[in-house]
């Protein structure tokens, strides 16, 4: 059944529900909300012009679930009635207490979409774990008291309420919600899911923008309402696998370092959908085609195994995020900020290392970040080199971890990367390379000195490396800093080579040093023999206080020379030689390179 109606009158006549399959509350101040106060002031300004014309909010898609008192589950359009009640909610509230619409008017809007003192119902509920905080924040059933907002979900419902009230002037609110209030939509009514599986998915098959995660949802469900003789029951456990999965999705916005939810369903579909060329960025072709493959009577096992699969790989991806505090391996490929061609591999590894250390997990994080590290940080190896290669053996991974570890390995090996990365880490212009990857090494080293000397100080986490605040920030500091008068004397490297030494010296590995942003500051272009004085008992920084080793003593004050530089600069290329060999972790035998696809 589809009728067009005023929103009042529906939510007179029903309590409606956000099923658990569905995405929590999710629209954010720009565009969603912005774009909603502006349609309702478009709108404001029409009906001054011409009374009569009226505001189309658009179609809703309901399942009947109960017929006394009514009550829907919302299938689409959940986000725009979460928002329309959190709107008229908040604006009833601040009306109230400033009396600009009739006591009548405010009462019989108040037991459409929020409270029904009759029925003593909540009128509209969001999904089970935020409608505490919805009840208690939003709707304020509850008097004074509140919940506390623990989900991204959550505080979203919250700053969705704040920005209207920051956002809509005491005046205007009695004449936006009686806009939002006799606002037409379209509703299409059914009563199973399996109708309303298919209503959706021919509905957001004609243009309706969705994520891919929300399209293949909608088509899996689709394939079992054509392919299953009683998909009631098998509908339902699609319909709760894909509750976990935005629950994970939810958990996941707390890491910054999160895929998001389309590239992590790709990362899956290249790791266990078998696929030709670029057919796994775009998953629900690529699952077409494959469930077209499979027999009509199987196709039910299929789409269940599937989805089960799915959300294995977001478990797995949030498994891995939280144990980036304790697994120093993976942490380190993190930091390098060069996941995406790592990822589909990562998942399907770490669901087939079933063992409670993951070690052949940590070993092929080991490895990739060898590879990240030398080749695409300091070999300057293309973006997606490799990239092809990771995903077709994170396709026809299924267990061999030595053909993983021998196949890993050897990718260090391939397009001239140790003779670019020796080259490039030698260069006189190595400060110039890109910063993180240059600070990258020195806060390895650093750990590598505190790992010899635990008893002084623990090892900097990768969270103290990304660090934002100005006063633990580190950066890379200059030992012979760049603005000394000397820079312009000629000297000869190691190597034979003669040069200024701004040109042959300044920039290299061993004149640079890991420091805070804040004592890099407090230093300025202080000699160096003030600053090394300075790191002996200011600075917590290991690699700084050993800086001394390599100064030469005259007349009573440490000078930092060419000498100095290289000396040090030895002992950090023997350092970064060892760290980054892939012979250290694991002895492979040596293949040919393989072309890319």
């Known amino acids: 059944m589809n009728t067009t ?77 979460t928002t329309t009640v959190i709107f008229i909610a908040t604006g009833l509230e601040i009306i109230g207490k400033n009396k600009k619409l009739d006591t009548k008017t405010i009462k019989l809007l108040r037991r459409a979409f929020v409270f029904d003192e009759d029925l003593e119902m909540q009128k509209f509920h969001t ?65 199973n899911p399996a109708d309303a599986t298919q209503i959706f998915e021919l509905q957001n098959d ?36 894909f509750a976990k999965v935005y629950r994970i999705i939810e958990s996941l916005s707390r890491f910054e370092q999160s895929p998001d939810e389309d590239s992590i369903l790709s990362y899956h579909c290249a790791g266990f959908v078998d696929w030709k060329y670029e ?29 089960n699969q799915l959300l294995q790989s977001y478990q797995s991806v949030l498994a891995m995020l939280e144990a980036l505090d304790y697994m120093q391996e993976l942490s380190e490929l993190v930091v ?13 590894i770490w669901r087939y290392d079933m063992q409670d250390t993951k070690s052949q997990f940590v070993l092929c994080c080991r490895l990739m970040e060898i590879f990240a590290f030398k080749g695409y940080a300091i070999a300057g190896v293309r973006a997606d080199t490799g990239a092809s290669h990771l995903r077709r053996w994170a396709r026809e991974f299924c267990g061999d971890f030595s053909w993983l570890s021998n196949n890993l390995t050897n990718l260090s090996l391939w397009w001239d990367i ?39 100080q623990p090892l900097l986490t990768w969270r103290d490396f990304l660090c934002k605040d100005p006063k633990k920030k580190f950066s890379v500091e200059h030992i012979s800093p760049q603005t000394d008068t000397g820079n312009t004397k000629i000297v000869k490297w190691m190597d034979d080579t003669e040069g200024e030494f701004q040109e042959l010296a300044l920039h290299r590995l061993g004149n640079l040093v890991l420091d805070t942003v804040s004592l890099n500051s407090s230093k300025q272009n202080a000699a160096v023999w003030k600053k090394l004085e300075q790191s002996q ?48 972790y694991y002895r492979a035998t040596t293949q040919k390179e393989e072309s890319e696809e």
């Open 537 to 584: 008992f200011k600075s917590s920084i290991l690699s700084e206080k050993e800086i001394s080793l390599w100064a030469e003593k005259t007349k009573g004050k440490l000078r930092w020379t060419i000498k100095s530089i290289q000396e040090r600069h030895a002992v950090l290329l023997e350092f970064a030689n060892k760290t980054w060999d892939p012979a250290v």
């Open 5 to 81: 109606i005023p929103l009042q009158e529906l939510f007179n006549s029903a309590v409606f529900r956000i099923p658990q399959y569905q995405r929590a509350y999710s629209w954010e101040e720009t565009p969603q909300l912005a774009a909603f106060i502006d349609d309702l002031r478009q709108q404001s300004l029409a009906q001054q012009k011409n009374s009569e014309k009226q505001y189309f909010m658009g179609t809703l898609l309901l399942h009947q679930t109960q017929a006394s008192p009514i009550e829907y589950d919302i299938v689409d359009g959940q986000q725009r009635l």
């Open 279 to 307: 057919e796994w960025r775009d998953p629900k072709n690529l699952v077409k085609a494959t469930l077209a493959k499979v027999s009509h009577d199987k196709k039910p096992d299929w789409v269940l195994d599937f989805s």
């Open 206 to 241: 004609r243009g309706k923008k969705l994520t891919d995660l929300e399209a293949l949802k909608s088509y899996l469900m689709h394939a079992i309402y054509l392919s299953a003789k009683n998909p009631e029951d098998l509908l339902e456990t699609i319909q709760t696998l």
């Open 418 to 456: 140790p003779v670019r990365f020796t080259q490039n880490i030698n260069s006189p212009y190595f400060y110039n390379f890109s910063k993180a990857d240059v600070k990258y090494i020195l806060w390895k080293y650093e750990n590598n000195l505190r790992s010899k000397h635990a008893q002084h």
């Open 336 to 348: 390098l900020d060069r996941m995406a061609s790592f990822w589909p591999l990562l998942i399907k």
């Open 127 to 191: 999904i089970q774990e935020d409608n505490p905080l919805f009840r208690m924040n939003v709707l304020k059933l509850h008097g004074d008291k509140v919940a506390n907002s623990d989900s991204p979900s959550m505080r979203k419902l919250l700053e969705a309420q704040d920005y209207f009230k920051k956002t809509i002037a005491v005046d205007e609110w009695a004449k936006l919600i009686p806009i939002v209030a006799r606002a037409q939509v379209i509703t299409y009514i059914v009563d």
